[in-house]
Every structure is written in C-alpha cells, then in structure tokens.
C-alpha cells in the first residue's frame, strides 16, 4: 500500500487477543496479529500493535491513536477509543457481505446473535455471557481431556458414522461425560462428532431466537472454523451460513478498525 495512514482494531477476548490494520482505503487488511492474552489483556494488546506496526514500519504510539478497542476485556486496557463487541462485529461482517441479515459469533466463553438491517444497523441482539455451554471451551476441554489440539477435533470428527449424543448442559459435566464414553471403549470419532452436534445444537437456538425466517446468516468467531460444526448447524439451519472472506475469528477487530477509520473521517 502506498499510504502511510493506518487504523487498528484490537479485540481483547477472554483468551485470545487479535488486531487487524487496514489503510485510509479501501478494506483490505494490511496487518494482523494474534496473541493469547495470558491473564494480562493490556501486554498482549500492546504486543500485537508492535507485531502490526514493525510489519507496516510504523510507530507503535501511532496506530494506537488509530486503534478501536473491542472484546471482552476491551475495557481494560490503555487505549483510548473503544466499541461494543456487538457493534464491531456487525461493522465487519455487514462491511463484508451487506446482504448479511443475522450474525452469530462463538468464541471461547461466549455466545452472541446480532440482527441486521439492510443500513448495516442493528436492529437486535442476544448474549449468552454466563454459561459457556455451547462455547468454545467444551471444544478446549475436550481437546485436553483426550489430548488432542482443538483443530484436529473437526477432522476427526468427520470421520464418524454414528455420532454420541452429550446429554450434559454444562461444559464442564459435558467434558466428564466424553471422558467417561472414552474410558469405557467408545469410537474416538463418534465421540468428537457427538461433541461438535451438541455444541450446534447449543448455537441453534440462538440464531432463530432473532429471525425464524433468516436465510443470510453469517457464522462467526473462533468456534466457526470448526467445520463439523459448521455442518451440523447447517443442518439444524436447513441453510448455507455465509462464508465471509477473512477468517471468522478477525471479524471483531476487523469491525473495530473500520470504525477507528470512519470516526477519523476516513
């Protein structure tokens, strides 16, 4: 890019941290970073605006003054412009695809639906931060408890015949049972495939609660890159979610850097 005028979103999440940078124009992204937060929000914000701004070659202070910060933990560091995650990622993905009707983001401990009208405004919402069933971490949990890295779950699960049913509403009774169905000989496939359904069928609700009518909906957040999932809800959805063009994960940050841009008036 020839222009030297960036704008930085910073989406602080309960364990991940990401930041997308996009020029003065157009909305391609210029830079991205992402950092486990590690129990300190403000160092791993800090550490991915230095990421951005050694791969742009410019001062880290710089983007700061440019940055939008979002996220769970967005309240909680030094920069000083911030935006509601809600907001950021209905920003993103409407920017995206404005045929875009209803979002639904997944993350680790968090589940969020957003409805949107064809302004790009939004017209409703609904959060589920207080339990995290049907979150992100019953995929975290159960990749720990059979020791396997959380992106080798889908794979595996694709291979199933004949998924188990997780009868438990708790992620937390949800891991237990899947260790219990393990130690008592059940196929590691079936097992991983039963996981990624029962998380679907947490998301399901969620997504018609907003619009029972909703074709153009978007999935988004870290949970989204779990493809059995993504298929499972599909199914539930009797529909194609929408595949947006950058990685589900960065929609917030990405949000969160178009509006630090539109708020400079770019």
Do not use: W
């Amino acid at each position: 890019m020839t222009d030297k005028q960036y704008f930085v979103g910073v989406d602080v999440g309960s364990t991940v941290c990401k930041a997308v940078a996009i020029g003065s124009n157009g909305n391609q992204i210029a830079s991205k970073a992402t950092l486990l937060v590690m129990g300190n929000p403000e160092k791993a914000a800090n550490q991915s605006l230095k990421k951005i701004s050694t791969f742009l070659k410019i001062k880290t202070k710089k983007l700061k003054n440019n940055a939008v910060a979002t996220g769970q933990n967005g309240e909680k560091i030094s920069i000083t412009n911030k935006e509601s995650e809600i907001t950021c990622i209905g920003k993103g993905a409407y920017t995206l695809d404005p045929d875009i009707g209803v979002v639904v983001d997944v993350g680790s401990f968090s589940m969020k639906a957003l409805k949107i009208d064809e302004d790009g405004k939004i017209k409703d919402f609904m959060m589920n931060t207080r339990c995290a069933a049907g979150s992100g971490i019953l995929l975290e949990l159960v990749g720990e408890g059979l020791e396997l890295d959380v992106s080798e779950i889908a794979d595996k699960a694709f291979e199933s015949n004949n998924p188990i049913s997780i009868s438990s509403q708790c992620s937390i009774f949800a891991e237990s049972e899947v260790i219990s169905y393990k130690n008592e000989g059940a196929n590691l496939a079936d097992l991983l495939a039963g996981v990624c359904n029962s998380v679907a069928g947490r998301i399901y609700p969620l997504a018609r609660m907003l619009d029972k009518e909703a074709q153009n909906i978007a999935f988004t957040g870290g949970v989204a890159k779990n493809e059995k999932v993504v298929q499972n809800l599909e199914e539930r959805l009797n529909l194609k979610l929408i595949k947006l063009p950058i990685e589900p994960e960065y929609i917030a940050a990405y949000g969160a850097a178009i509006i630090a841009r539109e708020r400079r008036g770019h």
